[in-house]
């Protein structure tokens, strides 16, 4: 099944790492972004995460994602497609730079408004996100070679998040 999954404590270098990456993709990209968002599970304090920093980058028209593209490219960023999730354009990370999960999204989309939902409310209650952790810590041990019966079985804490967050 290739790699197993890790999950680890909180690292507060992930928030590092973070701002060193916004800060190498941000000149190919300062014209026209509306924002460089940290989000996924290693944007919350004290959650434990796979130590894989996930980054959206926030645009305002669909003619600026084609941009994002282009501009990506000329910094070694693969494209990759949406990968089946309608208007999330993927990227691999050039090779030279620490391996991390990069999205381009409009300001409208669903699943970018659905990252934010969900950090700023783990954010904000910290008992939460805890729990959260210690569900992952736990679905990783027991599913250690099986990354799709470990996103199935957290999956319904995530709805269930999503849901007291105000998620329609």
């Not at 070694?76 to 999204?105: M, N, Q």
């Not at 990783?140 to 329609?168: C, H, M, P, T």
């Amino acid at each position: 099944m290739g790699s197993s999954l890790i999950v680890r404590e909180y690292d507060p270098s992930w928030v590092k790492l973070f701002e060193q990456l916004r800060g190498f993709v941000l000149p190919v990209l300062s014209d026209f972004v509306v924002t460089i968002e940290h989000v996924g599970s290693t944007s919350v304090p004290g959650l434990a995460a796979k130590p894989i920093v996930d980054i959206d980058v926030v645009v305002s028209t669909q003619s600026d994602v084609l941009t994002a593209i282009q501009r990506l490219a000329t910094i070694g960023y693969v494209h990759e497609g949406d990968l089946g999730t309608t208007g999330r354009e993927a990227f691999i990370p050039p090779a030279d730079v620490t391996w991390h999960h990069l999205y381009v999204y409009t300001m409208e989309n669903a699943e970018y408004k659905r990252h934010i939902l969900f950090r700023d409310y783990l954010r904000n209650h910290p008992e939460d996100a805890k729990q959260y952790g210690d569900l992952k810590l736990g679905l990783a041990q027991r599913f250690q070679n099986d990354r799709l019966a470990y996103s199935n079985a957290k999956g319904d804490f995530v709805r269930e998040i999503l849901q007291r967050a105000g998620w329609k």
